[in-house]
């Protein structure tokens, strides 16, 4: 990008440097012979595939976790491993991807939280006042458009991140690492970060951004540093960082994003949606139609109303006005049940909270939405639901032990898989995926990509909500874009370009010139 | 965190051994066969048949509603209101008989009356999404004074022409073996199969496992949620019926406070009241253990006021062995 401010000159001494970090885990070692530097005000983009040794890392500098060997050197000090509190007291801060604040609190207390600031006299009140004082300038600092005073329930997960932020600059952090931030932000609030991200560098505070969004660490990061089974699979300075080279670093060989495959002509409309209202957005009635064997891609910022439509049309929200025509019949959805059973099926966004039951095995999870079939009289028989969940192990290469481990042993691109096969296992006819390969790894992604586009081929109409651009327009057949519950366009192949889906998500008309 | 769930487990510690020995209800088991060993070492009087014969039959009542109860559990609910069930379905039983129906009338009328309880309670909670603690409590309150609206609050021991027939199923025994627990075991053994192997207990395993997720992959959650209601208020009907017929008489108060020795005989069974874990097996040898610590404080001379402190004790003690234990769901 073209506005990147030039690279402040740096001191010599780095702020921290790793050498030589190995942490094994029975049967596994996680990180080997892991070196890196960190350099003050330096923004460092870590890369690596799930299962690469990222989290073991963020452990080592968080405290959690203490390395086998190796040397952890902050400010010219070495140490040989951290606890949380040396990890806090060096400056260390981390905003995680599940994020760890109070919804029932206020920013201030929640920037606070554990050390707020009392008033005098024996009671020791908590001084509010006085928090909130402390908090503002750091919320002008990040450019926030909330208070101190405003409740954390009614921000958005990117004004949540920044609260994060603004909690790591009241600890006077001096390296805020970023764990997958842009996960879950839509286009415009991932403008945002970046913002941010380049105004902590500015304030000479270093930064670990990881992401599975190379083009967003294309954009931020002075260098780049991936992992490949815990271990440092190279570097790459600012004037190397090209997507490609990150990802053949992070998978050891190249590999060709997949594109949109088929000139194949869509086939009849299956699922046709007209006039239909959401309890998330009632009075923005929604046309909407998905063709047999193509992929529709479902594009908007977060909060256009894009899972409330899906949850509408697989009978989990009330539709509150128009029809849904399923196969040329009205289909009215009292219930999920209702949808599985004409095999309309959706993969949630969230696997592990909805998608799973973490605690069942993956034989089990198989065959839940389907038990009737495998049971006889009120009796589940194992053997069949065994079959039928090796069956999917085989297709969809689930790596498991065995298939009476529990969900929740998994890897995440592992339980993914397990969602889907509960779905292959069936007739599928509409598939729904909700951000299928949010946080999943590059390797992984592909194969969903595969997966999605054999569903089309075999005639599935498959809507995939999504708010990574790369992957709308690389995998759509055409691309529905949502704003504020309403439908604002749908862009055929020839229309696809990222400038025109930002238009339409934040709600303007396509200009002439813009389609061409 | 990704990494730590994608570490291999370690085929070592898994084996048959170690998941015995890292489960609940085997020192359950322990609990109860060494307390049984200790108290016929230390005492002539527990292990007499008379004796045992008693405490089999005292804990069948209670095992016989926290099979009802795990199941609740298990959806992550709570029932509040069983003893009062207990009492309502036992008053409606002794009702209709000493107006002088037979006894399968009685039967049917006070199963009835415990099913409605119980569907009550299940459409509150499962179709308006209410609290199961509050309706449940409600219940607990609700159904006691009817009980005594029902009866005038009077002690009824006239059953009618059929009164020998409820005395000898409640009170009788088959092969040496109290009645009730012969019920117990044919109900245990239901519950078992019905948890282990059959659709609907999946499915109240998937509710309790993650609600949601159950949900969406079509499970009928409110129906199996409202089924749990029902059936824990049938179970405390099918108890009240024995626990009459044992007794030989009714009084308003039957039942009073047992909702708290089903929850207990429950959890100290290794339900978890979270939701999503417990088993029939565990209920029944939960029960049986606090029953066998409740006849040794007789059996040892302490006062019974001191009942209520073990009782207590037990389920906060259950609760704190479970986490202990690694109760490694909500991680």
């Given at each position: 990008?073209?506005?990147?401010p ?17 942490k094994?885990?029975p ?6 012979r892991f ?14 595939e ?6 073991t ?70 001084d ?54 842009t ?26 951004f ?14 780049v ?11 790459l ?5 090209t ?18 495959a088929?000139?194949v ?9 007209r ?5 998330a ?10 063709h ?22 697989f ?32 993969v949630?966004?969230d ?5 799973l ?31 039928a ?9 689930i ?10 042993t ?8 397990v ?32 997966l ?10 498959v ?50 010139r813009?389609?061409? | ?40 070492i ?61 006894l ?7 199963l009835?009356?415990?099913g ?16 199961p ?15 005594m ?6 002690t ?27 019920f117990?075991?044919?109900?245990a ?7 282990v ?9 998937a509710?309790g ?20 209601y029902?059936?824990c ?17 009714v ?8 909702e ?31 029953e ?40």
């Open positions: 990008m073209p506005d990147r030039i690279a402040p000159s740096r001191p010599a001494e780095p702020f921290l440097t790793l050498a030589d970090i190995r094994t885990y049967g596994v070692v996680a990180l080997s070196s890196m530097t960190v350099a003050p005000g330096e923004v460092i983009g870590l890369v690596g799930n299962g690469a040794g990222k989290s890392l963020m452990k080592v500098l968080g405290g959690i976790v203490a390395p086998d060997s190796g040397t952890i050197t902050i400010d010219g000090v070495p140490h040989e491993a951290l606890d949380v509190a040396e990890s806090i007291g060096a400056g260390i801060a981390f905003v995680h991807q599940e994020l760890n604040l109070f919804d029932n609190l206020d920013v201030a207390a929640n920037v606070f939280i554990g050390r707020e600031p009392r008033k005098a006299g024996w009671l020791n009140l908590v509010t006042d006085k928090m909130r004082a402390m908090v503002a300038p750091l919320l002008e600092r990040i450019g926030a458009n909330f208070r101190p005073d405003t409740p954390l329930s009614s921000l958005s997960l990117a004004q949540r991140q920044m609260v994060e932020i603004a909690k790591a600059l009241s600890m006077k952090a001096r390296l805020v690492i970023l764990d997958e931030p996960s879950s932000l839509p286009i415009a609030e991932t403008e945002k970060l970046l913002d941010i991200i380049a105004g902590l560098r500015a304030d000479g505070i270093s930064v670990i990881i992401s599975h969004r190379l083009h967003e660490i294309e954009r931020a990061a002075d260098r540093v991936a992992l490949r089974d815990g271990a440092l699979a190279g570097t300075a600012r004037e190397e960082i997507h490609d080279a990150m990802v053949k670093l992070m998978i050891g060989r190249d590999l060709k994003a997949q594109v949109r088929s000139s002509r869509a086939g009849k409309v299956i699922l046709r949606a006039g239909v209202q959401t309890n957005h009632p009075g923005k009635p929604v046309d909407l139609d998905m047999r064997g193509e992929i529709l891609g479902l594009a908007g910022l977060v909060g256009a109303g894009r899972t409330e439509l899906a949850c509408t049309f009978g989990v929200d009330p539709m509150l006005a128009g029809v849904l025509e399923f196969d040329g019949t009205p289909l009215a959805l009292g219930s999920a049940a209702d949808a599985v059973a004409r095999g309309i099926f959706l949630p966004e696997r592990k909270s909805t998608g039951l973490l605690d069942m095995s993956i034989a089990e999870n198989v065959s839940l939405p389907d038990l009737r079939s495998y049971s006889r009289r009120m009796i589940v028989s194992r053997q069949r639901e065994t079959a969940a090796a069956r999917q192990q085989a297709e969809l290469d790596r498991a032990a065995r298939l009476s481990v529990a969900a929740k998994l890897s995440g691109g592992n339980q993914q898989k969602v889907l096969a509960k779905w292959l296992s069936m007739k599928p006819r509409v598939m729904i995926f909700d951000e299928p390969t949010r946080g999943i790894d590059v390797g992984a992604k592909a194969e969903i990509y595969r999605m586009r054999r569903l089309a081929d075999a005639g599935v109409a809507l995939m909500i999504s708010s990574d651009m790369e992957e709308v327009i690389g995998v759509s057949d055409r691309i529905a874009v949502m704003h504020e519950g309403a439908i604002t366009g749908v862009l055929a192949p020839e229309e696809f370009s990222e400038e025109n889906i930002l238009l339409l998500a934040v709600g303007r008309n396509l200009t002439a813009a389609i061409a | 965190m990704t990494t730590l769930s994608d570490e291999p487990q370690d085929p070592q510690t898994h084996t048959r051994w170690s998941a015995i020995v890292s489960n609940h209800v085997f020192w359950v088991v322990i609990a109860t066969v060494v307390a049984c060993v200790l108290l016929s230390v005492t002539s009087t527990f292990a007499t048949s008379q004796n045992l014969f008693n405490v089999t039959r005292n804990f069948a009542f209670v095992a016989l509603v926290a099979l009802g109860m795990t199941a609740v559990i298990i959806t992550g609910g709570i029932d509040l209101s069983v003893g009062s069930t207990i009492g309502i379905s036992g008053i409606v039983l002794a009702v209709v008989m000493n107006a002088g129906w037979p399968w009338a009685g039967i049917g009328m006070a009835l009356t415990a409605l309880v119980g569907l009550v309670n299940g459409i509150l909670i499962a179709y308006l999404d209410m609290q603690f509050v309706v449940t409590l409600g219940m607990l309150s609700v159904a006691r004074s009817l009980a609206v029902i009866s005038n609050n009077r009824i021991f006239d059953f009618g022409p059929g009164g020998n027939s409820l005395l000898a199923l409640g009170g009788g025994s088959f092969l040496g073996v109290a009645n009730p627990v012969w117990l075991l044919v109900f053994v239901i519950f078992f199969v019905a948890f192997w059959s659709r609907w207990g999946r499915y109240v395993y509710v496992g993650n609600r949601q997720a159950a949900n969406l992959t079509g499970v009928p959650v409110r129906a199996i949620t409202c089924s749990v029902v059936i208020g049938l179970m405390a009907g099918v108890a009240a019926i024995l626990e009459v017929g044992w007794l030989g008489a009084t308003t108060g039957l039942g009073t406070g047992d708290l020795r089903v929850i207990a005989a429950s959890v100290v069974g290794g339900t978890n009241l979270m939701g999503g874990i417990g088993g029939a097996f565990g209920t029944v040898v939960g029960a049986a253990l606090i066998v610590i409740r006849n040794s404080l007789i059996l040892l001379g302490v006062n019974s006021f001191w009942q209520g402190t073990f009782v207590g004790s037990f389920i906060i003690l259950a609760v704190l062995f479970n986490r202990l234990g690694g109760d490694r769901r909500g991680e």
